[in-house]
C-alpha cells in the first residue's frame, strides 16, 4: 500500500507523513518512506511550486523502497492534485479536501475547468472531504483558537482520516500532540480536536466505504524503531565517539538536506556531542580538522556545494595524515540545482576532486538505517589509517524512514584511537614514522615530549621535515596511495539464489532498495534469474569486484548520475559494464529496475 | 598553573597519554624553561633582514614567561611568510591552508580548554583570503592569541600590494598604482568587537614582550597587530615608528589609566577638540587637563576606534600598545569542561539507551 500526502508547503504534509509513519511502524508493518518538498519555505500558496508531499510504501512483506505508483492519494488543494494525479495508480483512490478547491485556487493550480466536475478524476474513487470546514467546526469553543488557526489544523484533521482508514492507533499520534504543544494549550487542543474529528468522520462518514487492513510484516525478532537516514547518521557518529572514547566534534554550516544532522546532534550534549555552527562551510571543516589534531573525533557534513568549498581543507587532511570524516548528504546539481531532491553524483567528485593526488576512502550506505554502521565504519577507517574518508548519503536516505531493527551495541566494532604515548625512535619522535598499515602515529598536544609540525607542505618521511626533494615526492605520492589501497574492505557479496544468473546488477548508494525489490519481483513472477550486488566501499574497492565483475555475461550498474561508477569499473576492470542512468532528482524506483533487467534478459 | 591568566584552563581531565607521570611527579625537578626550549632545530628560511626574525626571537624569549611546558602550547599558522613560523616553535604546530588558522585553531581551542594556542598570520592570509575566520573568532571571542605581521605587501608571492597596502600603491600587479582602500587592521578587530586589540613593532623587544603580556593574560581572543618590515618587497613601510631617531617623535604609547602623550619630553599629546573629535596637541598649548586618559577597558569601543584612526597610515603620529581589553564570556570553555567530565562516564549502556530512546516496538 503507497499512500501520498500532498499539499501546499504551509499545509504540514510532512508532519502529517511522518506522524503516519510512525504510527505505522507502531503496529508492525515494514514501510519505506519519500518526503518530497520545495526549496522554497513557503513558495506561493496554491501553486504547483508551492506543493508539499509526503509518499509512504507500507505492506506486511519487507518493503525496500517509498513505492513507485501511490495506491491513495491525499490533496488539500488542485495544485496538489495537479502535480501528484498522474503518479496514482489507475483505479486509485483520491482523497480530496474539497474546500480547497476554490475557483481561485483552481486558476492558480492551472486548471481550466474544475477536476471535481469534469472527466478529470473518471476511474479513480473520489472522497470529497471538506476538511477545512469540519475543522474549523470541531475546534470551535476552544479557547483562544481563532478560525484561522483552526484551519491550519485541517493536516491532524487528515492525519486523523487516514489513521481511521488503515486501523492505524490514535494513542501515539495524541500522545505526540499533546506533548508537542504542551506549552500551547489552544493549539494542542485544536490539534487534538481536529485529529479526532477526522477519525470519527472516516468512522461514521459513509463517503468511505472500506477500510484496509495491511497485517504486520514478518520480521526477525528483537526490537525496532522507525528511522530515517539523517537520525540512524547522528547516531552512528555517536556510537563512534563513545566505542572510540574520543570526544565528538561536529562543525558544519547550514545547507540543505545536511542541516538536520547537525539539528540531530546539536541535542546530544548529554552524550558528550559538541556542535558548532561555523561562519561557512570552510571552517567548518578547518575546525573538524583542528579537533582532530587536538585528539577528538572531527566530523563535518555538507551538501554538494558545500563540498566544493571543503575540498582544499580535505586535501590539507590528506597530506596531515589526520582522521576526518566528511558526510556528504548528495543533492541534485550542479551549483544550487536542486536542494530538496535527490542524486548522487557526486561520486567522482569525492574520490578525485581534489588537484594533486589525494586518495581517500569513500564509504555510501545503502540503505536509512545502514547510515548508522556506515557512519560507525566511516569513523572506524579514518582513525585506524589517520585519514580523512568520505560518507556519501543523500537526500533520498537522509529523509527516508524504515523500521530498524535495533543492533546489539556490544556487537559494534571497537575503535582504538592508538594515541602516540611516547618516543618511537630511540629517544625521539617521528611523526610521519609509519606502522604496519602505513598509519603514522597521532600524537596529541599536551603529550609530553611528542611536540611536532605538520602541514600542507609536502613533508619527508618518516621526520615529517618539510622536504622538496624529487625522490621523497614521488615516494610519499605512491605511499598515501599505497596506504588508502591498504584499507581493509570485506569482499563483494554477491546474491544469486539460482547460481544460473548471467546478469549481475551492481548498484551502490541508496539504490540498494530499488535493486533488490526489482531482483525479487522478475524472480518471483518473471522467473527471471538475475545476480545482485551492492558496493559499500567505493574506495578502496574490495579486492573481488573485478572477479566478481568477470563471472557475469552481463553486468548492469542503475545509478543516479551519468554513470560515474561504470566509468571507475571500466577503468579499473576492462569490463564493458552497462549504466542505467537516472538524474530527474527521483530515486531510482523498483519499476525503474525491473525494466532494464526484462530488456536485458529477453523477455 | 589555574587561576594564572594566562587564558587556559589546566587539571581538569584533559590529560593526555603518558601525561600523568610527567606532570604529577617531574615538574618539580625541571629546570625553568628558556628561549631554547621553545626553537626547534628547523633552519629559519626567511629572506637576511626580515623583521619576522625579530619577531621570533621576540616571541621565542616570551614564551618562558608563561610558564605552560611547551607540550601544551599549540601555534597554529596559514599561508605566506608569516606561516613558516611555526616551524621555528618547538612547541605543537598546525601550518594550514591559506587564510583559514582561526578556523583550525577554533577547532582545537574549543575542544581543549587545557591547551595555550597562538595563531600566527599575515595581512593577506588574514584580512583577504581569511577575513571571515578572522572576524568570525573574534566576535565568537575564542580563546586564541592572534599575531598578525603586518607588512603591506604580499611577500611569498613576490610582491603584490595587500589588503593594508596604501591606495595608489605601485606594485608588480598595481602598475599604475592600487585603487583599494586599505584596512585598518585594529579598527576591523574592533568592529569585530574583539575584546582585546593591541598593536606593536617589529624591532622594539621591550614593548612587544609588554604587549605579548598583556595579550597573553587577556581571557578570550587576543588580536595584536604587529608592523612588520618586509625589506625585500616593501623596506622602510613603517620607518616613521619603527626607524631610530623617527620612532621617538612619532610612537604614541597607550597605557590604560594614563594621559596619551607622546615625544620625546612627552610635550605632545591627544586631546579632545572642537566638534569632539580627537586631536594631536601641544602639551603646552593644550593644558594638561585637556589631555586625554586612555581606557582600555571601557565595553563600549568607541573611544578605542577613534584611537585607531588617531593615524590613517602609520606615517606620522600613531598609537601602538593595548587599545582595548574587556571581559566577556571565552567561547566554548564551560561547554568543553561540561563534556569532559560527561565523556568520562559514558559507555554502551548510555548508547543503547539512545538507540531505544522514542517509540521502539518488539517483535517476537
Known sequence: ?603 | MSGNGNGHVDGLGFGQPGEEAVSETAVPAVAPLTKADFSSDQETRWCPGCGDYAILASVQSFMPELGIPPDRIVFVTGIGCAGRFVYYMDTYGMHGIHGRAPALATGVATSRPDLSVWVVSGDGDALSIGGNHLIHALRRNVPLKILLFNNQIYGLTKGQYSPTSEEGKVTKSTPFGSQDHPFNPVSLALGAEATFVARTVDTDKAHMAETLRAAAAHRGAAFVEIYQNCNVFNDGAFDAVRAKGRRELNQIRLEHGKQVRFGPEGERGVARGEGGRLELVDVAEAGEDALLVHDAHRLEPSLAFELSHLAARPTGPTPIGVFRDVQRPVYGEELALELEETRASLGTEELDRLLHSGETWTVS
Open chain 1, 1 to 603: 500500500m503507497v499512500v501520498r500526502f500532498a499539499g501546499d508547503s504551509g499545509d504540514g504534509m510532512q508532519l502529517t507523513g511522518s506522524r503516519f509513519t510512525d504510527a505505522t511502524a507502531m503496529v508492525g508493518n515494514d514501510l519505506a518512506t519519500l518526503p518530497d518538498f520545495p526549496a522554497e519555505i513557503r513558495a506561493p500558496a496554491g501553486t504547483p511550486h508551492g506543493v508539499s508531499a509526503f509518499q509512504i510504501h507500507f505492506a506486511s512483506r519487507d518493503i525496500l523502497t517509498p513505492g513507485d505508483h501511490p495506491n491513495v492519494l491525499v490533496a488539500m488543494n488542485p495544485a496538489a492534485l495537479i502535480t501528484n494525479l498522474g503518479t496514482v495508480e489507475k483505479g486509485g483512490t483520491v482523497i480530496l479536501n474539497e474546500d480547497g478547491f476554490t475557483q481561485h485556487n483552481l486558476r492558480k493550480a492551472g486548471y481550466d475547468s474544475d477536476p471535481l466536475e469534469d472527466d478529470t478524476l473518471d476511474g479513480y474513487q473520489v472522497f470529497r472531504v471538506p476538511m477545512t470546514t469540519m475543522t474549523v467546526r470541531a475546534t470551535e469553543g476552544i479557547e483562544g483558537v481563532t478560525s484561522r488557526d483552526a484551519a491550519r489544523s485541517k493536516n491532524l484533521f487528515a492525519l486523523g482520516l487516514v489513521s481511521f482508514m488503515y486501523g492505524r492507533p490514535t494513542e501515539p499520534s495524541i500522545a505526540w500532540i499533546e506533548k508537542k504543544f504542551d506549552d500551547r494549550p489552544a493549539v494542542r487542543d485544536a490539534n487534538l480536536a481536529a485529529f479526532r474529528a477526522g477519525y470519527n468522520f472516516g468512522e461514521t462518514a459513509e463517503l468511505i466505504a472500506v477500510t484496509y487492513e495491511v497485517e504486520p510484516a514478518p520480521a526477525p525478532p528483537g526490537t525496532y524503531r522507525n528511522v530515517n537516514g539523517t537520525q540512524a547518521l547522528a547516531f552512528g557518529l555517536i556510537a563512534a565517539g563513545i566505542k572510540s572514547g574520543l570526544g565528538l566534534f561536529y562543525a558544519s554550516y547550514p545547507i540543505t538536506p545536511a542541516s538536520e544532522v547537525l539539528h540531530a546532534l546539536s541535542r546530544y550534549r548529554r552524550l558528550g556531542v559538541r556542535t558548532i555552527q561555523a561562519e561557512d562551510e570552510i571552517a567548518a571543516v578547518n575546525m573538524a580538522l583542528g579537533a582532530a589534531f587536538a585528539g577528538q573525533l572531527g566530523v563535518t557534513a555538507t551538501s554538494g556545494p558545500g563540498m566544493d568549498l571543503k575540498s582544499e581543507t580535505i586535501g590539507l587532511a590528506v597530506a596531515m595524515e589526520l582522521p576526518l570524516v566528511v558526510i556528504d548528504v548528495q543533492r541534485a546539481g550542479p551549483s544550487t540545482g536542486m536542494p530538496t531532491k535527490t542524486e548522487a553524483a557526486d561520486l567522482l567528485a569525492a574520490l578525485y576532486g581534489r588537484h594533486g593526488e589525494s586518495p581517500l576512502p569513500v564509504v555510501a550506505p545503502s540503505t536509512p538505517s545502514d547510515c548508522f554502521h556506515a557512519a560507525i565504519e566511516a569513523a572506524r577507517i579514518a582513525v585506524h589509517h589517520r585519514t580523512p574518508v568520505i560518507l556519501l548519503s543523500d537526500t533520498f536516505l537522509a529523509n527516508s524512514s524504515e523500521p530498524w531493527l535495533l543492533p546489539d551495541v556490544s556487537t559494534l566494532p571497537d575503535i582504538d584511537p592508538g594515541f602516540a604515548t611516547g618516543p618511537n625512535q630511540d629517544d625521539a619522535f617521528l611523526p610521519y614514522l609509519r606502522d604496519d598499515s602505513l598509519a603514522r602515529p597521532w600524537a596529541v598536544p599536551g603529550t609530553p615530549g611528542l611536540r611536532h609540525r605538520i602541514g600542507g607542505l609536502e613533508k619527508e618521511d618518516g621526520t615529517g621535515n618539510i622536504s622538496y626533494q624529487p625522490e621523497n615526492h614521488d615516494h610519499m605520492t605512491r605511499l598515501r596511495a599505497e596506504r588508502i589501497a591498504r584499507v581493509e574492505v570485506p569482499a563483494l557479496e554477491v546474491d544469486d539464489p539460482e547460481g544460473d544468473a548471467q546478469l549481475l546488477v551492481l548498484g551502490w548508494g541508496s539504490s540498494y532498495g530499488a535493486i533488490q525489490g526489482a531482483a525479487r519481483r522478475v524472480r518471483r513472477e518473471q522467473g527471471v534469474s538475475v545476480a545482485t550486488a551492492h558496493l559499500r566501499h567505493l574506495n578502496p574497492l574490495p579486492a573481488n569486484v573485478g572477479e566478481v565483475l568477470r563471472s557475469y555475461e552481463r553486468v548492469l550498474v542503475p545509478e543516479m548520475n551519468m554513470g560515474q561508477l561504470v566509468r571507475i569499473l571500466r577503468a579499473e576492470y576492462l569490463v564493458d559494464c552497462e549504466s542505467f542512468t537516472k538524474v530527474d532528482g527521483l530515486p531510482i524506483f523498483t519499476r525503474d529496475v525491473i525494466a532494464e533487467i526484462l530488456a536485458r534478459v529477453g523477455e
